[in-house]
């Protein structure tokens, strides 16, 4: 860990306004979060819909504006840049979305989507047409589909057009938001297998975001849990799927449902309420769905750190006997 | 008696190049009271076989054959429009994979769940006490005073449990449930399966479950229809068909799912090539392209092997492989 990280987030909270008049009040989306990404690496951020995964990559690529906290990207604070001193960063730094159909334009074709960077970046003297034919092979399509429209393509296609977009300008980080969501298995494997061969050919760092577990497991260095805006659980990916510390960490990994109609689960059960933004719990935000939860949990906050929890988990730990076969 | 028998179904658009043939001699069946599973890529047929069902196909799309037998007696691809209609919501309902697009953003969830009751006679009083125990029954805090708050006020899990109540609130024969838990995380999509299957279990109704999350198809359904290229290739039990899949493509499909690899890898298991243009469908195996043992007895088209009681594949070498291909 002697070189410095490529993006290093310190303690960043985005905040929403809600309500009008007297009721006015604000929701932390995304709620006081550190972590860092070294080059070379894959860091994945897990957690439910809503928990705040978008909303934190929107704001480490300066789409959302962020309350407090410090973002530094290649050795710079790039968090409050004006729109014209985030251009540059953004040919370093690459965003892929979700829903890839959505985000092409239906009336463009392909070669003119994958080399739209370059026409906003500037070309530097490119011929667009041989820069196409380039990315394409790339990410493995044939150039040839340079002519088609987005309509004419598969979800897999689709998203391989997608990720040419994204390394076109040669960024150093890539943001992946749900890349493989509503793809097949097979496409699925696809996509991921492009971009780790893209990484270790390019050497770049990825961010990405999925509530996929399986996923996870088999692309990223080290991964973050993220609830209610917070991280409760980062580490070494291997390492944590084999002990989780954070009981939600737990209950995440033994809910993960497997194609295997006869495997006994052992299952962490979660009552299914999740907390209101609007009104979060006091002390450690998870006590009202943890199965250990103790006295302490209800009104003091975790320490800060890697696990956020006052008691972690030691490795195969077991929720409480009355809760364990429910 | 099936709740729905599906046999020879075939259901082709007509468009600018030419008649797509989406589904080809779609054979299954939904028995009473059992969890059917569709599993299947995108694109393989799975949302054009619902509209088929519930005779909502778009207006280039027909239904060139075939015949969907509901609860033993009624053809539906003979029905009006007006008679599918009424058959919609009280025999059939469905639920989607984003709860939002079933349910009205500026109408309270109470208002919402009176008004779908439209057909029975009952007074309002007693049709919100029969919304607020469907409410009770998905497990939704609070049943009495979240008849008044708006869907926004829901999390994504609990509004796609009051989809789930809406759905069943009218006791129906058949449940098509398409993606359901797609957009929900691990600990919320076991919670709304085992939901799922305990309503299931106390309306007696069939459900039939779309999704290509094999894991949960594994854990939730009795009998489960692989798809692929608009043709059913595979169809049996759940624990027959995913302990000893007979077609290549079941194969390849259980095998690319990374829940199956587990130790940690970094390359995974894929299926090279595409789904094959569906405007000219080849002629023997739709599968051919794409598989590992394709031979001359490719090129002709498949018979429906029985390989074992229920368990069917569209291969011609179902009956030899199944067995070899099993505890791999």
Redo the contacts between chains.
């Keep these: 860990m002697s070189e410095d990280p490529i993006l290093k987030v310190e303690k960043v909270e985005v905040s929403f306004p809600v309500g009008r008049g007297l009721n006015r009040s604000a929701i932390l989306g995304v709620a006081g979060v550190s972590f860092e990404v070294r080059r070379g690496e894959t860091f994945a951020l897990v ?5 705040g995964k978008t909303t934190l990559a929107r704001a480490v690529n300066g789409l959302q504006k962020i309350s407090t906290g410090a973002i530094t990207f290649e050795g710079g604070r790039i968090d409050g840049l004006r729109k014209s001193a985030m251009k540059p960063i953004r040919r370093r730094m690459s965003m892929m979305f979700q829903d890839p159909v959505g985000s092409l334009s239906p009336r463009m074709t392909v070669g003119d989507l994958v080399t739209e960077p370059y026409r906003i970046h500037g070309a530097d003297g490119r011929n667009l047409r041989e820069e196409a034919a380039r990315l394409l092979t790339l990410v493995g399509l044939p150039a040839d589909f340079a002519t088609r429209y987005p309509h004419q393509l ?2 897999g296609q689709a998203r391989r057009v997608g990720v040419a977009r994204a390394i076109a300008l040669d960024p150093a980080l890539v943001i992946a938001d749900e890349p493989t ?10 996509v ?2 492009l971009l ?1 061969d893209l990484r270790e050919r390019l050497g770049l760092a990825m961010v990405i975001i999925t ?1 996929n ?3 996870v ?3 990223a260095d080290r991964t973050a849990v993220m609830y209610l805006g917070r991280f409760v659980e980062t580490g070494e ?2 390492t944590m799927f084999a002990a989780p510390r954070h009981p939600y960490t737990a ?3 033994s ?9 006994i ?1 052992d ?1 962490i ?2 009552p ?3 907390p ?1 933004l609007l009104s979060r719990p006091s002390g450690c935000e998870f006590h009202t769905r943890c199965p250990w939860v103790q006295e302490t949990c209800r009104t003091v906050a975790p320490p800060p750190g890697d696990v956020a929890c006052h008691f972690p988990l030691a490795p195969g730990a077991k929720p409480p006997a009355k809760e364990a076969t429910a | 008696m099936s709740t729905l028998a599906i046999s020879g179904l075939n259901v082709v658009f007509s468009t600018e190049d030419g008649p797509l043939h989406a589904l080809k001699d779609v054979t299954f069946d939904v028995p009473e009271r059992r969890i059917v599973g569709i599993v299947g890529e995108s694109g393989c047929g799975k949302s054009t076989l619902i509209n088929a069902i519930l005779g909502l196909l778009a207006d280039n799309g027909t239904i060139s054959g075939g015949e969907v037998l509901f609860e033993g007696r009624d053809d539906l691809t003979q029905f009006t429009p007006r008679q599918m209609r009424d058959l919609r919501g009280p025999r059939i309902s469905t639920v989607f994979q984003d709860p939002m697009g079933a349910l009205n953003p500026v109408l309270s969830v109470g208002r919402q769940m009176i008004n779908i009751q439209y057909r029975s006679d009952q007074s309002k009083e007693q049709k919100a006490a029969r919304a607020i125990e469907m409410l009770k029954l998905v497990r939704i805090p609070d049943a009495d005073s979240a008849l008044e708050r708006y869907p926004h006020q829901f999390s994504g899990g609990m509004k796609q449990r009051i989809a789930i109540a809406m759905a069943l609130m009218m006791e129906p024969a058949l449940l098509i449930a398409d993606e359901p838990t797609t957009a929900l995380d691990a600990t919320l999509e076991v919670t709304t399966i085992e939901l799922l299957k305990d309503l299931q279990e106390k309306i007696g109704c069939s459900v039939m479950f779309i999704s290509h999350h094999l894991g949960v198809i594994a854990e939730l359904c009795d009998d489960v229809v692989v798809m692929y290229a608009g043709e059913v290739v595979e169809r049996g039990p759940v624990r027959e068909v995913f302990q000893h899949p007979s077609h290549p493509y079941t194969r390849r499909l259980l095998e690319c799912d990374p829940a199956r690899q587990t130790e940690r890898t970094r390359i995974l298991p894929t299926i090279p090539g595409e789904i094959p243009d569906l405007r000219a469908r080849p002629r023997g195996c739709v599968f051919a392209a794409r598989c590992l043992d394709r031979h001359e007895g490719c090129d002709t088209p498949q018979p429906d092997i029985v390989v074992a009681p229920g368990h069917a594949a569209r291969c011609n070498l179902a009956g030899q492989t199944a067995r070899e291909g099993a505890g791999a």
Excluded: F, I, Y
Aim: proline content about 6%; charged content about 20%; overall charge negative.
């Design positions: 957690g439910e819909s809503g928990s598969s979800g969501a509503g793809l097949d298995v097979s496409v699925q494997g696809e991921l297998n780790n509530h577990l399986h996923v497991h088999h692309v990916t291997g209950a995440l990994l809910a993960n449902p497997e194609p295997d109609p006869d495997r689960h299952r059960t979660l299914a309420e999740v209101s």
